[in-house]
């Protein structure tokens, strides 16, 4: 709501004939900031067509699957419901991968998950298969670096003794992250995904907080005390 009423101010200068479009996950942010019922769209899943393109362009490379896999890539579509989303990370974790056991095993795990209620479990098969310090930089994205610069994290990996841009290039190449214009970019989804693990493993010290909200728990305890 914060952001809409920071904005939505600028609308004065704009022409009369400018188009303004909001997304969001919650409607109500939507209805209660004056958008009539009228002008609110909800995405629908992508058809079947479009899934399996979308989903083979990851695995594949290629808009249509490979001789023998038309199967598993159908089945795998109708797991994923036709959520961008998860076809892009599921395609990225099987991309070039030719082995059929590999694909039904991850196939098996993904059926176990009822989405789109469960979007963040089917995900963190994705987050399973990467090694220990690959989930390390996962988080730390997550946590504090999506918009920052890519090298910066890079060499902050680095003096961790990891190996950051391999780590990097990997999740990159599953799809868990993205960079434009040099800035790290996270699908907010895996954003939250990332930030949940972080607070449930109890080694883990992230501080991932927004400035206001470190603010507001300074203010509590202060009060409190």
């Known amino acids: 709501m914060r952001q809409l009423e920071a904005f939505l101010p600028i609308t004065d200068v704009l022409q009369s004939d400018s188009l303004i479009l909001v997304t969001s996950r919650y409607k109500d942010v939507l209805t ?22 979308l989903f083979c362009s990851y695995a594949f490379l290629q808009p249509h699957p490979l001789p023998g896999f038309e199967d598993l890539v159908n089945e795998f579509c109708k797991a994923c419901h036709g959520l961008p989303l998860s076809l892009k990370v599921f395609g990225g974790l099987l991309s070039q991968k030719k082995d059929k056991s590999y694909w039904i095993g991850q196939l098996d795990k993904l059926r176990q998950i009822k989405l789109p209620n469960e979007i963040q479990d089917s995900l963190k098969i994705s987050y399973d298969a990467l090694d220990a310090e690959e989930k390390q930089i996962f988080l730390d994205i997550a946590c504090y ?81």
């Open 32 to 53: 209660r900031s004056g958008i009539p019922e009228s002008s609110i769209y909800r995405l629908t899943a992508l058809h079947d067509q479009h899934s399996q393109q």
């Open 145 to 225: 670096f999506i918009g920052e610069d890519r090298d910066m994290a890079i060499r902050v990996w680095d003096g961790s003794k990891w190996n950051g841009l391999v780590g990097f290039l990997n999740l990159e190449g599953r799809c868990l992250v993205e960079v434009e214009n040099s800035k790290i970019k996270m699908h907010d989804h895996l954003r939250d995904l990332g930030r949940n693990i972080a607070d449930q493993e109890n080694s883990s010290v992230r501080l991932w907080q927004t400035t206001n909200d470190i603010n507001d728990l300074w203010q509590q305890s202060h009060v409190s005390a």
